[in-house]
T-cell receptor, first 108, second 111 residues
Framework: GENVEQHPSTLSVQEGDSAVIKCTYSDSASNYFPWYKQELGKRPQLIIDIRSNVGEKKDQRIAVTLNKTAKHFSLHITETQPEDSAVYFCAASKDMRFGAGTRLTVKP | DAGITQSPRHKVTETGTPVTLRCHQTENHRYMYWYRQDPGHGLRLIHYSYGVKDTDKGEVSDGYSVSRSKTEDFLLTLESATSSQTSVYFC??????????FGPGTRLTVL
């Protein structure tokens, strides 16, 4: 089945800096890759997604890139703000596998 | 948030007792999912449904069963709860096989 690995597990940045979270997947049958943000005690919420026919997608300060050949995709957050602090999860559509999560802390 | 609710939101039970969690949606989405969330493991798929009375197993289905007799309701049952099933359970819905919308979660503690 699909296997998704996510790195790093924790990430601390200064406000205004950029943050990058990377995920790799194993099954080339995966064709949809969402990213979810989960604040403490809340439900995961979709923040951006990408399909396998697209290499990059942007939405204001967040972007996702996909390299199908290497089977990895990344979340990029620019100009980070304290409210970006949360746990971020990547996922791959085959078997709906999620990464273990990255706890992002943005220091004011 | 999408029209999705879970009940109960919190439950404490004892080992060996049966437990049923309910997921209810008002979006008329075809797909419904049950996940468990544990520290260090992210979200792991337990079971999912692709229509009324159509269900399939996920990554961690042992010890769980599901039923979907109506489009809007997806039930998760622990036939005989064990301490290893202490977790936060999330239901999700989707109109297709990609974008999922999560419910508020149920925190289950098995003593």
């Amino acid at each position: 089945g699909e296997n998704v690995e996510q790195h790093p597990s924790t990430l601390s940045v200064q406000e205004g800096d950029s943050a990058v979270i990377k995920c790799t997947y194993s099954d080339s049958a995966s064709n949809y890759f969402p990213w979810y943000k989960q604040e403490l005690g809340k439900r995961p919420q979709l923040i951006i997604d990408i399909r396998s026919n697209v290499g990059e997608k942007k939405d204001q300060r967040i972007a996702v890139t996909l390299n199908k050949t290497a089977k990895h995709f990344s979340l990029h957050i620019t100009e980070t703000q304290p409210e970006d602090s949360a746990v971020y999860f990547c996922a791959a559509s085959k078997d709906m596998r999620f990464g273990a999560g990255t706890r992002l802390t943005v220091k004011p | 948030d999408a029209g999705i609710t879970q009940s109960p939101r919190h439950k404490v039970t004892e080992t060996g007792t049966p437990v049923t969690l309910r997921c209810h949606q008002t979006e008329n989405h075809r797909y419904m999912y049950w996940y468990r969330q544990d520290p260090g493991h992210g979200l792991r798929l337990i079971h999912y449904s692709y229509g009324v009375k159509d269900t399939d197993k996920g990554e961690v289905s042992d010890g769980y069963s599901v039923s979907r007799s109506k489009t809007e309701d997806f039930l998760l049952t622990l036939e005989s709860a064990t301490s290893s099933q202490t977790s936060v359970y999330f239901c999700a819905i989707s109109p297709s096989t990609d974008t999922q919308y999560f419910g508020p979660g149920t925190r289950l503690t098995v003593l």
